[in-house]
């Protein structure tokens, strides 16, 4: 089974910053890489589909990058509203595997 | 308007079987272009997927978990119902169906429902 190694696992920044978060695959999953958002008791939400591609309704400071085994999922400037737990998904071959999530605070 | 909604009971006893239902609304089962899948997550813990199942019935399960699980669906009442056999209190999650598309994504989720293993 594909692994996905999240990182980081946490992160605090203030309003405003710049946000990174990577995820890694253990083998080569071409650009089969989602990111979602998931607020305290609730569903995860989609916002970034085959890598890259902002999901309809998703404010425009959330993108994605990265194809093969590495992808980055960037929040441009981060808002209130973006306290979070992030994940990555990956999908091959009918088998689906997330990451470890990263929880993201206000500093 | 695209909704799913799981059900089934929200305390099962070690060793017993959980049987969930997801009763989707806003579109078909067999539609060629969607599926369902199953994905859960421990109380403070990441998510994983379990199963799910495509409009021609082809399905597919997590590898740790294969012999424990079983999908199926019922086109006609727009449900998808999942069986884990042999529960353990690490089976303690919220359960969550979704609604799975031709980009491998999940695009619409139930709400999720807890499910406690206890004695």
């Known amino acids: 089974d594909i692994q996905m190694t999240q990182s980081p696992s946490s992160l605090s920044a203030s309003v405003g910053d710049r946000v990174t978060i990577t995820c890694q695959a253990s083998q080569d999953i071409s650009n089969y890489l989602n990111w979602y958002q998931q607020k305290p008791g609730k569903a995860p939400k989609l916002l970034i589909y085959?890598?890259?591609n902002l999901e309809t309704g998703v404010p425009s400071r959330f993108s994605g990058s990265g194809s093969g085994t590495d992808f980055t999922f960037t929040i441009s400037s981060l808002q209130p509203e973006d306290i979070a737990t992030y994940y990555c998904?990956?999908?091959?071959?009918?088998?689906?595997?997330f990451g470890g999530g990263t929880k993201v605070e206000i500093k | 308007q695209v909704t799913l909604k799981e059900s089934g009971p929200v305390l099962v006893k070690p060793t017993e079987t959980l049987t969930l239902t997801c009763t989707v609304s806003g579109f078909s089962l067999s539609n060629a272009r969607m599926g369902v899948s199953w994905i859960r997550q421990p109380p403070g813990k990441a998510l994983e997927w379990l199963a799910h199942i495509f409009s021609n019935d082809e399905k597919s399960y997590s590898t740790s978990l294969k012999s424990r699980l079983t999908i199926s669906k019922d086109t006609s009442k727009s449900q998808v119902v999942l069986t884990m056999t042999n529960m353990d209190p690490v089976d303690t999650a919220t359960y969550y169906c979704?609604?799975?598309?031709?980009?491998?994504?999940?695009?619409?989720w139930g709400q999720g429902t807890l499910v406690t293993v206890s004695s």
């Open positions: 979704a609604r799975f598309t031709d980009y491998g994504d999940y695009d619409y």
């Open positions: 998904q990956q999908y091959d071959n009918l088998q689906l595997t």
């Open positions: 085959d890598a890259s």
